[in-house]
C-alpha cells in the first residue's frame, strides 16, 4: 500500500455492544462512517456539519462489503486505517480495517458518492476536494 493512511481510533462503548459485551455487527457500519467522517474533518478540512448544513453536499455509502474476522468487546481500543482506492468523478473507493493491539478485527470496502442533498442526486467532487484526497490513493489505484 503506497498512499498516505488516514489512522484513528475509537473505544468499543457499552452502546456498541450486545448482551455478550462484542460489538453488535451493525455498529460497526457505525463506525465505519464515523472515520469517514473523520477523515473528511481531519485529513481533508471539510467537517461534515459544513459540508451537509452549509454546502447542502454530502457523501453518503452506496455500497458496503464487510468481513467481520474476530471480536471486539467493550472497552478495547479499535484502530482504524483508511485508504483510498479509487478517485471517480463523483465517488470514491475506500478500505477501510479495524485492528485491536495488532489483531485483525474487520476489513470493509466502501464506495461514497459526493451527493447534491436538496435533490439527492451524484455531483462531481469540487477539485479542491480531489486534491486534498489525492495523497491518500494508493498505488495501482484509479
Not at 455478550?20 to 455498529?27: D, T
Not at 452549509?54 to 467493550?74: A, C, N, Q, W
Not at 474487520?106 to 489525492?134: G, Q
Amino acid at each position: 500500500m503506497s498512499g498516505q493512511v488516514f489512522r484513528c481510533t475509537f473505544t468499543v462503548r457499552f452502546g456498541d455492544c450486545d448482551p455478550a459485551a462484542i460489538v453488535f455487527y451493525p455498529r460497526y457500519v457505525e463506525m465505519l462512517n464515523n472515520v469517514c467522517e473523520e477523515w473528511f474533518e481531519t485529513a481533508l478540512d471539510l467537517p461534515w456539519g459544513r459540508m451537509h448544513a452549509t454546502e447542502h453536499r454530502g457523501m453518503p455509502i452506496v455500497d458496503l462489503h464487510v468481513r467481520f474476522l474476530k471480536p471486539s468487546r467493550l472497552s478495547e481500543k479499535l484502530d482504524f486505517a483508511l485508504v483510498l482506492t479509487r478517485l471517480g468523478r463523483s465517488a470514491v473507493e475506500l478500505e477501510i480495517v479495524a485492528e485491536c493491539d495488532g489483531e485483525r478485527r474487520l476489513d470493509a470496502r466502501l464506495k461514497v458518492v459526493h451527493s447534491d442533498l436538496r435533490e439527492p442526486k451524484a455531483i462531481p467532487i469540487p477539485p479542491d476536494l480531489r486534491e486534498k484526497m489525492k495523497p491518500f490513493l494508493v498505488e495501482g489505484g484509479t
